[in-house]
């Protein structure tokens, strides 16, 4: 889904009134932070398919981010009926941002949405993990929320996997309590009820 960059308020409330969901980021240029941050976000709103997503500078565009009780930059809100969902404060990646919107995506369509109930799912990752981005990317695909862990960032975590599982290696997966080592599709779909899903 293609980036909207607000210009002015009276476009941000123009696309506001005309959308139910929206995913809004609010930047400054005169921060470094928030440049970095930016490019991960543009990334995200390429990759999002689910919520448009717009980017404003506070800069430029005056008043919007107070409104919504943004006190710096970088912050990410989604909105929901004009109502703030949920608010995501300093810099991330683009794969937090993917996590944390399509599960609010999944919240705000409970109704309509038919693949809601999966079981709470972690996914242990590690840096230059080529099969951890794959694993996401098949869960993203069948619209499963999951948190994410990365051991290579994180010491305890990966002793403590180690501990559960015997295993070090990642990907590693945690599904409603069963875990999976590796990107085994059959096990996951199975723990997730993803083949009868697909069959119905």
């Known amino acids: 889904m293609?980036?909207?960059?607000?210009?002015?308020v009276e476009e941000f409330n123009s696309i506001l009134n005309g959308e139910k969901e929206l995913v809004v980021g609010f930047f400054g240029s005169f921060s470094q932070v928030s440049n970095e941050a930016e490019s991960d976000f543009r990334e995200f709103a390429s990759l999002n398919t689910?919520?448009?997503a717009l980017l404003v500078d506070v800069?430029?565009?005056k008043g919007v981010h107070k409104f919504y009780g943004v006190n710096s930059v970088p912050t990410?809100?989604?909105i929901s009926n004009n109502?703030?969902?949920?608010?995501?404060v300093g810099k991330h990646n683009t794969d937090y941002y993917l996590n944390a919107f399509q599960n609010?995506?999944?919240e705000v369509n409970a109704g309509k949405d038919k693949k809601i109930g999966f079981p709470q799912v972690t996914v242990w990752t590690g840096d230059s993990c080529v099969w951890?981005?794959?694993v996401k990317t098949y869960l993203r695909?069948?619209?499963v929320p999951f948190r994410e862990v990365n051991v290579s960032r994180d010491a305890s975590s990966a002793a403590a996997l180690k501990a559960r599982t015997g295993q070090v290696g990642v990907p590693q997966l945690s599904i409603g309590g069963n875990y999976v080592v590796g990107f085994d599709k059959t096990k996951i779909d199975m723990y997730l009820g993803l083949k009868s899903r697909k069959e119905v």
């Open 104 to 106: 609010h995506s999944i």
């Open 76 to 78: 990410v809100i989604s």
């Open 2 to 8: 293609s980036l909207v960059i607000v210009r002015d």
């Open 50 to 52: 689910e919520i448009k």
């Open 132 to 134: 951890c981005t794959r």
């Open 141 to 143: 695909k069948n619209r």
């Open 83 to 88: 109502k703030v969902i949920q608010k995501i």
């Open 59 to 61: 800069n430029v565009v």
